[in-house]
């Protein structure tokens, strides 16, 4: 089993910055892939970015590519995501996954969600 806790979320005016965190407990962190998703009020989850064990390999939605970095640190059990350039249209409850392999679809486990807002 992998618990995980997101934090750093908050409301933050458009054109601002956050950076989101995940921690990992349980088996070893390092050998996940972790990713992030959100969800929108209303609208289905979706994929947001990931990384692959030892930070090799990046993934990107193409609504925040060049705007958001996901990264990791193995020795704290976290991954990261840094949100720059906030757009109205981020607002949404963001999710940490992991999973033993990489992928913009499939993870096992889930965290319970940050709540990020972005006023205009």
């Known amino acids: 089993q992998v618990q995980l806790v997101e934090s750093g979320g908050g409301l933050v005016q458009a054109g601002g910055s956050l950076r989101l965190s995940c921690v990992a407990s349980g088996r070893t962190f390092s050998s996940y892939a972790m990713a992030w998703f959100r969800q929108a009020p209303g609208k289905e989850r979706k994929f947001v970015a990931a990384?692959?064990?030892?930070?090799?390999?990046?993934s990107y939605a193409d609504s925040v590519n060049g705007r958001f970095s996901i990264s990791r640190d193995d020795a704290k059990n976290t991954v990261y995501l840094q949100m720059n350039s906030l757009r109205p249209e981020d607002t949404a409850v963001y999710y940490c996954?992991?999973?033993?392999?990489?992928?913009?679809?499939?993870?096992?486990?889930w965290g319970q969600g940050t709540q990020v807002t972005v006023s205009s």
């Open positions: 990384i692959s064990t030892s930070g090799r390999m990046t």
């Open positions: 996954a992991a999973d033993l392999r990489y992928s913009r679809r499939e993870y096992e486990y």
